[in-house]
C-alpha cells in the first residue's frame, strides 16, 4: 500500500471548484500531526512547482498565482488532506501530487489530473 493516494482531479470549467484530496494510510496519528503537508503541481513540459505547505505548526502557504483562490487544509482523525480549488483558471491545468515531509521522510503521491477548460 502506497504512504500517500491522492485523488479527485477531473475535467472542469474555468471559475469552477474542485477539492484534491490526499490520504495517508500509513501514517500513525502522531506522526500525521508532526508532518508538513503540500501540494505541488506539474503543467505539460514544465517544472514541478510549490502550490501549497500546511506545516505541523498550524500555517499554510501558498504560491502567489493561488492565492485567495486555493485552501490547503488537513483532518487528522481521518489522515487526510485536502486542497480546495475555486475560481479555477485554465493556467491552473496540471497534474497534482500531494506531499508529506519530516525530519525522517519524504513521500509523494502518484498524481491526480486536473484540466481546466470549457
Known amino acids: 500500500q502506497a504512504q500517500l493516494v491522492d485523488s479527485g482531479g477531473d475535467l472542469v470549467q474555468p471559475g469552477g471548484s474542485l477539492r484534491l484530496s490526499c490520504a495517508a494510510p500509513?501514517?500513525?496519528?502522531?506522526?500525521?500531526?508532526?508532518?508538513?503537508f503540500s501540494w505541488y503541481l506539474q503543467a505539460p513540459g514544465k517544472e514541478r512547482e510549490l502550490v501549497a505547505t500546511?506545516?505541523?505548526?498550524?500555517?499554510?502557504d501558498y504560491a502567489d498565482s493561488v492565492k485567495g483562490r486555493f485552501t490547503i487544509s488537513r483532518n487528522s482523525s481521518r489522515k487526510r488532506f485536502y486542497l480546495d480549488m475555486t475560481s479555477v483558471k485554465p493556467e491552473d491545468t496540471a497534474v497534482y501530487f500531494c506531499n508529506a515531509r519530516s525530519s525522517n521522510f519524504n513521500y509523494w503521491g502518484q498524481g491526480t489530473s486536473v484540466t481546466v477548460s470549457s
Open positions: 500509513r501514517m500513525i496519528s502522531s506522526t500525521f500531526l508532526g508532518t508538513d
Open positions: 500546511s506545516s505541523s505548526g498550524g500555517t499554510s
